[in-house]
């Protein structure tokens, strides 16, 4: 089963991955750490990603889905991908069904974690993670001492550029533009499932759950 995990950032979409990868053996696939990771390399085009990530622009359709492709023709995931933060516009949309239908696969569900705007900056600004596993913590809801996990139980938080106030509104901006018009291309194929994903994180998990296990059945 391929998934979308579809939501305005903050919405929880890495968290909600991470459920779902531990309880259904699911592999995420989230474009802006393979973003992050090509940052690393500081090459020219990295610079460019940066400056336009920091200004919460979206990446090119050309660089995102030459990551994407590499990844969807890896058998060992096949029909096991939960994408997260892809796709971004429609174009995207489009382009992720023929890659998928070029390896003989398709996408069965669209997670739409559905929150108010209004709780966003808190989350996103606050959002800090493990520097070893990446799990993430709020500094304003549950500020970590140590990480929860006692593989790593580091002292060191990361926080990622783009997560603050300034690029906040910028993000939201471009999600409500470009990204937000997917879900009727989605909901015209019958696909889209709605999650309240204001309530706690059990809540959204146990919702989404739910829909996966009927789906399996
Ligand atoms: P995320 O980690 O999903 O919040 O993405 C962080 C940033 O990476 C976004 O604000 C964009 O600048 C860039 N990005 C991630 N995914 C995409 C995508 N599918 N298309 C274009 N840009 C992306």
Redesign the pocket.
């Known amino acids: 089963m391929n998934i979308v995990i579809f939501g305005p ?1 903050g919405a929880g ?2 968290t909600q991955s991470s459920y779902l990868i531990k309880n259904f053996g699911l592999y995420q696939l ?7 990771e090509e940052l690393k390399s500081g090459s020219e085009l990295a610079l460019e ?1 940066e400056k ?10 050309e ?2 889905n030459s990551l ?1 492709k590499k990844k969807i023709s890896n058998t060992s995931i096949k029909n096991k991908i939960i994408f ?6 429609l174009d ?1 949309a489009k382009s992720l069904d023929e890659m998928l239908n070029e390896n003989s696969q398709s996408l069965s569900l669209v997670l739409n974690l559905k929150v108010d705007y209004s709780i966003l900056a808190k989350r996103i600004s606050g959002r800090v993670s493990c520097s070893i596993c990446k799990t993430t913590f709020n500094e304003f809801f549950d500020p970590p001492k140590t990480c929860s996990n006692s593989m790593c139980s580091t002292r060191t938080m990361v926080k ?1 550029a ?1 997560d603050n106030l300034d ?1 906040v509104s910028k ?1 939201l901006k ?1 999600y409500d533009e470009s990204t937000l018009p997917i879900l009727d291309y989605y909901s015209s194929k019958n696909i889209v499932r709605d999650i309240d994903a204001m309530s706690d994180i059990h809540s959204v998990s146990e919702q989404i759950s739910i829909i996966i296990k009927d789906l399996k059945s």
Request: charged fraction near 25%; proline fraction near 6%; charge should be positive.
């Open positions: 950032p979409k890495g989230s474009t802006g750490d393979l973003l992050r990603i336009l990530m920091n200004a919460g622009q979206l990446v090119s359709d660089i995102i994407i997260d933060g892809f796709p971004r516009n995207q990622r783009d690029t993000r471009t």
